[in-house]
């Protein structure tokens, strides 16, 4: 096991979100990263299929994830951008990620999400992201209504 | 009770996932939807914030939820954008989804959420997507890989 | 004329691009940006509708100017969604975007752009983006396939 | 030139903006489109950068080129999302688009648009979008607004 995956596979069991879904790290290199999720009942919608919140959910983890390693470690999405294309059935969720472009503050990061289905991959989700230095974006942002009479 | 917070209540209900995090509807109209997540250890990441993927989440649903009232029902998530603006700390999450524009097939609907922090609402992600009537996107898609020699 | 329209309507006219469109500004605060262009046959698509491109470059101009008002200056745009609504005809094109949230390096911006149809406006575009600071993205961004031996 | 590649140019052909810019359409087939873009000043911004606009225009101009024969023609865009990756410089634009998925009333296309400069390519723009059916979106769309005392 590489250092990057286990490094990947201890930021997952710290993550209680991820631990109640039961994501697991499968690949985690500069180059790509793999999560894999067991579909149970419990991440289902009202169809029967994974809830397409589920597939979002995957698809930012794998994404800041691939981001990270990419660019050198503790980012944070940025934004991310899904196209759904087909309802996910079958037993495992698969998403993979992997950086298009890495500079000092930010990444631009492409992921597939893929069910399983009696041992067949279909593509379910496409996306698109950024990810940022974690310094780079959070807390120190007001919002235009907290700004008060900044204008 | 309108009808129609019924009938979303009765959708909600309905999703295993959004019943595992205890997601309440609180306000479904032709004109908005808002939809309530209490912030518990189980939603969190490794940093102690909500989980972006469950940000993503309630973002997808509120979406969904707007753009169906919007175009009379049946529909689904096509494409979601999140900006994600601040990391999400306190006691609750509220998502609030407005349709922009509805037609026959498509709709585009807009959505915030606020993470309340002692009572205070500041904005975390700012959210843009299409929604499809349900007939129109699933099943019958086809990747290139499916398709073989489509080309 | 505030400083900052002045300032605005200097770069547009730096902008060769905007300079062969015709752009025109018609607001710009630390609230809020209006950009202008009339629609002639130069701009349009094989139905005549005006190209879903120059629609794309308004919201984008128009973004980068709210959001460097909101900053403080110096900004690009790092991402940008668009949602298309309605087919753009008429005389005129109004771009008009505001910024959510302002931070350090990142903020993000909403604009629409609308269509004016024998005087009255309709929507056309929705769209939702991320500015940075100038220094943050550009130059320095090296994709995998530049970064060589990099995993 | 097989008959796709036939059609593409002369729809380029029919688009007014597309022949202000000069663009060329150098591959079209079931599975890729390739458009060329000489850069010149006047598509330049204010610090002598290709426009943002210009490369939104082109990414689109792609997409619904590459969603059309994915999907059998008659597309127009429904939603784009571009990453701007590094700034374009050079002496050429090549966007290359592929669908990702088609099915009958929508498809899900990636494209890359790169900056040629004196003979090296370099990535400039990731784009993912949907194309939708002609006859899905357009003219029925009713916004809000529009529809009075519809909620």
Redesign the interface.
Known sequence: MTDLLALGRG?LA?????Q?LGTEMTEY???AVELRLAIS??????HGFV????L???A??AL?FAGGA?MGGGV????????????AVGELLIARA?????????G?V?CEVFAVNEGVE??CV???G?V?KAG????????????GA??
Request: avoid cysteine; charged fraction near 20%.
């Open positions: 930021i710290a993550q209680p979100f991820s109640l290199s500069e180059r009942d419990k991440v289902r919608q009202q809830h397409g919140g589920v979002a959910y995957l930012d983890n800041t990419a944070l999405t940025s934004d991310i951008k899904l196209n759904y294309i087909r309802p992997a950086a298009l472009a890495a500079g000092r503050t930010q631009v492409r279909k593509l496409a996306a698109q950024t940022a780079s974006i959070p807390v120190e942002i007001r919002t235009q209504s907290d700004a900044a204008a």
